[in-house]
């Protein structure tokens, strides 16, 4: 009987008829056959994955939504207001190739695919090189061709997973055998982003040459294709450096390609005197631009943090919290004040250097409601509300005023305001603190200190409470960065931004609870969910009784102080302060109502953009915060009153009398007079003698001897003779015991003006005298 032959297993393995390690190594027959396999089933899905591929529609790019930003809504059945302005997916001109010169395509085949002429559309080479960096960890490369770059940009728009890149690379291979190259160039130069906003060769033409495409030189289309691959970096006006270094590449590259000759490129030089700064789109010039600017700052913070790129793609609602009414109103009247044609200026005109700021923010929300930055022009398209630096001056005493009374400090304890006083903690006893004129005042309590700006009080103030406590209350209200360590803080040395200082006043106004100021209320994304709100819950930052009694002292800066000539006549309960630095640089008047807080800052620069005098106009030689921006804040905020919103006349809450008994004891030379714990029920009063007429040292001796506080102020007269009393508030009747009474003194006839002075001109002030203000760190308010 014959053996039975074995049979073949289907699979061989491990090795039948082998032993050892031969049994367990596949024969070359099954490499082979395994290898051959692999090969022809990669193929065949290669080869069905590219039947697969269809050629889709351009992508969203090309006509992508566009963010839209609109006024806040007048009533509260509308979704938003009218439209501010938008922000466009892409900014470009389509321009076909044939019109370019052809040195412009062959720059951008020079800088980003050498071979897109003659390769199949990718480059596997490259793609291999940067799969292997990739894989190493090193800086993502994607190792495209220009023919997948226009892929990815006009069909898929960016792409960065793997799977992503196989099938642009399968579509660019078949758009390089189904479309002419030269549609492919003419698409990508339509369709690739060069920064400055700018899609498409044409618009960054326009935008760095101020030209267009057909225009360009060789050596300015090397600029352009040299900046694609980062342009918001290589910029030449980001990185001069940068562009050059890529502007020789590209020009290196062309040689090497045939597109310009050796000779010629040798001869080239970088186009630096013809290449233009960036320029701000019309549609965001004009002081609504600023407004666009801010809105696109605050979509690019927290917590949104949208880039550039994001907004002008997003398709997004934005609505603001603008009052366009009201902003119109701000701009009107800034444009006004600039002509010289507002009620009241008779066309006194400011100088072109002098700038300034209108800005109004809602209490209950933080929302800036209107805001006048500049003109925002081809001259000056800086925002002096949010960009500028402007020491606060006297505009910072109620930070003083405020700590104080937090640390049980009243408004009933008295100081010395006598002019020219030195103080030991301040500059070291060797430097007096002067009043604005040089006035000198008895002792005053704290309520008469803050309406007459008397600088020596607040000295003695800050020295009591520490600066530290002052800079504490600013950071709190709304200003930040103030020096805690320097005692002339109190005076407004450090330089702020408009904006912030209409928020602290606008705390101020709320009683204490603070919003973030901003100006973006709701962000709404294209499927109509909410992106974004603004809060709506404020933070207490002040204890209300505190800014009862902070808000009446301020009260009486318009009551009988320097806001009396322009703004008390507006006849409705307004807090406020001026102020003013030493020379004049800078003046303000910052003022609320319970609903609205509004800045007014008017500085000056020098052409080499250092402060410098605010050159008087209209018969004010000085200007300071009772003049000019008194002025200004009234002709805008009288406007403002007319609206719904604001027009009902609201009271602040009445005086708290906190901090009847101060904890601490000043350690200055005046020293506080302690208040009673309790207010008597029946205070003694006396009446108020009739002093017109006198001489300033009986007048102050006899509203002295009845136990009343003397105020001096001096007017000059063409009727009562010098050093005389022209006129006292109050002029009689009965007043509480320590009342403050008013005297103004003449100074003699008025001196002949150069030119017609405006209707209700702004009082002229006298030149702040040497180290009013103190030194310490810097120049501050002369108590204007």
């Known amino acids: 009987m014959g053996v039975e032959p074995r049979k073949r297993k289907f699979f061989d393995y491990p090795r039948s008829g082998y032993t050892g390690l031969h049994r367990w190594l596949p024969s070359w027959r099954f490499v082979l056959g395994s290898f051959v396999t692999l090969v022809f089933l990669m193929l065949g899905g290669a080869v069905a994955a590219y039947s697969s591929v269809t050629i889709p529609d351009p992508n969203a790019d090309n006509t992508a939504q566009t963010t839209t930003v609109y006024f806040a809504p007048e009533s509260a059945d509308q979704p938003h207001g009218e439209v501010m302005g938008t922000f466009a997916v892409q900014k470009r001109t389509i321009v076909e190739l044939a019109t370019l010169p052809e040195y412009v395509g062959?720059?951008?085949?020079?800088?980003e695919d050498k071979t897109f002429e003659t390769n199949s559309g990718v480059d596997p080479v490259g793609m291999a090189r940067a799969f292997v960096n990739n894989v190493r960890g090193g800086k993502t490369q994607g190792g495209s061709t220009l023919t997948q770059q226009y892929v990815e940009r006009y069909y898929f728009s960016t792409t960065t997973d793997y799977v992503g890149k196989a099938r642009e690379a399968l579509l660019a291979i078949k758009l390089a055998r189904t479309e002419d190259k030269s549609k492919i160039l003419e698409r990508y130069l339509n369709t690739i982003y060069f920064g400055r906003d700018s899609y498409g060769i044409e618009a960054a033409a326009q935008s760095y040459f101020g030209k267009g495409a057909k225009d360009l030189s060789v050596s300015e289309a090397a600029v352009l294709a040299g900046i694609i691959p980062s342009p918001n970096n290589w910029d030449p006006a980001v990185s001069p450096e940068k562009a050059e270094a890529r502007w020789n590449y590209v020009l290196d590259n062309m040689v090497d390609i045939g597109a310009l000759p050796a000779a010629e490129r040798a001869a080239l030089v970088f186009p630096s005197d013809t290449l233009i700064p960036e320029q701000p789109s019309q549609s965001k010039m004009g002081p609504n631009g600023l407004l666009l600017q801010m809105v696109k700052k605050e979509l690019g913070g927290a917590p949104l943090k949208m880039s550039e790129d994001d907004i002008n793609r997003a398709g997004m609602s934005v609505v603001t919290t603008i009052r366009k009414p009201l902003?119109?109103?701000?701009?009107?009247?800034?444009?006004?004040?600039?002509?010289?044609?507002?009620?009241?200026?008779?066309?006194?005109?400011?100088?072109?250097?002098?700038?300034?700021?209108?800005?109004?923010?809602?209490?209950?929300?933080?929302?800036?409601v209107a805001l006048y930055g500049g003109p925002n022009n081809e001259l000056d398209q800086r925002n002096h509300a949010t960009y500028e630096n402007v020491q606060g001056a006297s505009t910072f005493k109620p930070f003083?005023?405020?700590?104080?009374?937090?640390?049980?400090?009243?408004?009933?304890?008295?100081?010395?305001?006598?002019?020219?006083?030195?103080?030991?903690?301040?500059?070291?006893?060797?430097?007096?603190?002067?009043?604005?004129?040089?006035?000198?005042?008895?002792?005053?309590?704290?309520?008469?200190?803050?309406?007459?700006?008397?600088?020596?009080?607040?000295?003695?103030?800050?020295?009591?409470?520490?600066?530290?406590?002052?800079?504490?209350?600013?950071?709190?209200?709304?200003?930040?960065?103030?020096?805690?360590?320097?005692?002339?803080?109190?005076?407004?040395?450090?330089?702020?931004?408009?904006?912030?200082?209409?928020?602290?006043?606008?705390?101020?106004?709320?009683?204490?609870?603070?919003?973030?100021?901003?100006?973006?209320?709701?962000?709404?994304?294209?499927?109509?969910?909410?992106?974004?709100?603004?809060?709506?819950?404020?933070?207490?930052?002040?204890?209300?009784?505190?800014?009862?009694?902070?808000?009446?002292?301020?009260?009486?800066?318009?009551?009988?102080?320097?806001?009396?000539?322009?703004?008390?006549p507006l006849g409705r309960p307004i807090a406020g302060k001026t102020g003013t630095t030493n020379d004049n640089k800078a003046a303000w008047f910052v003022g609320f109502t319970p609903d609205l807080a509004t800045a007014v800052a008017i500085s000056q620069k020098a052409e080499d953009q250092s402060d410098e005098s605010i050159t008087g106009f209209g018969g004010v030689k000085h200007v300071t915060g009772s003049t000019w921006p008194a002025f200004v804040w009234q002709s805008y905020m009288k406007q403002a009153f007319t609206l719904p919103p604001y027009s009902e006349v609201k009271q602040f809450p009445p005086r708290a009398n906190v901090g009847k008994k101060p904890t601490a004891t000043p350690?200055?030379?005046?020293?506080?007079?302690?208040?009673?714990?309790?207010?008597?029920?029946?205070?003694?009063?006396?009446?108020?003698?009739?002093?017109?007429?006198?001489?300033?040292?009986?007048?102050?001796?006899?509203?002295?001897?009845?136990?009343?506080?003397?105020?001096?102020?001096?007017?000059?007269?063409?009727?009562?003779?010098?050093?005389?009393?022209?006129r006292a508030d109050p002029r009689g009747g009965q007043v509480p015991v320590g009342s403050t009474v008013t005297i103004v003194v003449s100074t003699g006839p008025k001196p002949q003006a150069t030119q017609p002075p405006p209707t209700q001109q702004p009082t002229p002030q006298p030149t702040q005298p040497a180290n009013a203000g103190g030194n310490n760190g810097g120049g501050g308010g002369n108590g204007g």
């Open 327 to 368: 902003q119109d109103m701000a701009v009107a009247t800034a444009d006004g004040f600039r002509a010289g044609t507002l009620e009241g200026q008779d066309g006194a005109v400011p100088a072109e250097r002098t700038k300034y700021s209108i800005t109004s923010v809602d209490p209950q929300t933080g929302g800036i």
């Open 667 to 726: 350690t200055v030379e005046a020293t506080p007079t302690e208040a009673p714990t309790e207010a008597p029920a029946e205070p003694q009063v006396v009446d108020v003698p009739n002093v017109e007429g006198k001489l300033e040292a009986d007048a102050t001796a006899t509203i002295d001897a009845l136990g009343l506080v003397v105020v001096v102020q001096k007017e000059s007269s063409d009727t009562v003779t010098t050093g005389r009393v022209i």
């Open 106 to 111: 062959k720059a951008v085949i020079a800088a």
């Open 400 to 568: 003083t005023l405020v700590a104080a009374l937090e640390n049980g400090i009243s408004l009933n304890t008295t100081y010395n305001g006598r002019s020219g006083q030195k103080f030991p903690e301040w500059e070291g006893g060797t430097k007096p603190v002067g009043n604005f004129d040089n006035e000198n005042f008895g002792n005053i309590d704290l309520v008469t200190a803050t309406a007459k700006s008397v600088n020596t009080v607040f000295a003695q103030l800050n020295i009591q409470v520490g600066p530290d406590k002052t800079a504490d209350v600013a950071t709190r209200a709304g200003v930040p960065g103030v020096n805690p360590q320097n005692l002339s803080n109190v005076l407004g040395t450090d330089a702020i931004h408009p904006v912030d200082l209409a928020g602290a006043y606008a705390t101020f106004a709320n009683q204490g609870v603070k919003f973030p100021v901003h100006v973006v209320a709701t962000v709404t994304n294209p499927d109509g969910t909410t992106a974004y709100q603004a809060p709506s819950e404020g933070e207490r930052v002040f204890q209300a009784d505190v800014m009862a009694d902070a808000t009446y002292a301020m009260e009486q800066v318009v009551q009988q102080g320097s806001g009396r000539t322009w703004i008390k």
